[in-house]
């Protein structure tokens, strides 16, 4: 594992990474919205390319992760960091209602180690809900 220097002397490397994005992880499944947000930097900007949605900024974020419609379960596949700590993808199986979908998710963490940027790929293209849209910017 390759360390890196952040700033203020902090020092993360790819293990540091990786626990970020399983504390993502488990916060979203337990629904902890405080644990949520603190994994992620406050100018954070999550995409979702197959809605052609973004969301800019942490408060943001957490609202539509909490707001989003229906049971759903998260069960993390795997997780592959890079050795410098800047970036991390993961695999996941989400459980909504009979359906199961699988999406495939990249991450890029800011100088301290927090989640700046998260790209979703999901299966197919839809259209995103209008009773979302005071949270997102389509493009």
């Given at each position: 594992?390759?360390?890196?220097?952040?700033?203020?002397?902090?020092?993360?490397?790819?293990?540091?990474?990786?626990?970020?994005v399983e504390a993502?992880?488990?916060?979203a499944a337990a629904h902890d919205w405080e644990a949520f947000?603190?994994?992620?930097?406050?100018?954070?900007v999550y995409d979702l390319p197959q809605s052609r949605e973004r969301v800019r900024g942490k408060e943001r974020y957490v609202r539509f992760a909490r707001e989003y419609p229906g049971d759903r379960h998260i069960r993390v596949e795997r997780i592959v960091?890079?050795?410098?700590?800047?970036?991390?993808?993961?695999?996941?199986?989400?459980?909504?209602g009979p359906r199961e979908l699988s999406a495939v998710h990249f991450f890029t963490f800011d100088a301290?180690?927090?989640i700046d940027g998260?790209?979703?790929f999901w299966p197919e293209p839809y259209d995103p809900p209008a009773d979302?849209?005071?949270?997102?910017?389509?493009?």
């Open positions: 594992m390759t360390e890196t220097g952040g700033e203020g002397g902090t020092t993360w490397g790819s293990g540091a990474v990786r626990a970020t993502y992880w488990a916060a947000g603190a994994t992620l930097a406050d100018d954070v960091a890079d050795g410098e700590g800047a970036g991390a993808a993961a695999r996941t199986s989400v459980t909504v301290r180690g927090r998260v790209t979703d979302r849209a005071h949270l997102t910017e389509r493009y």
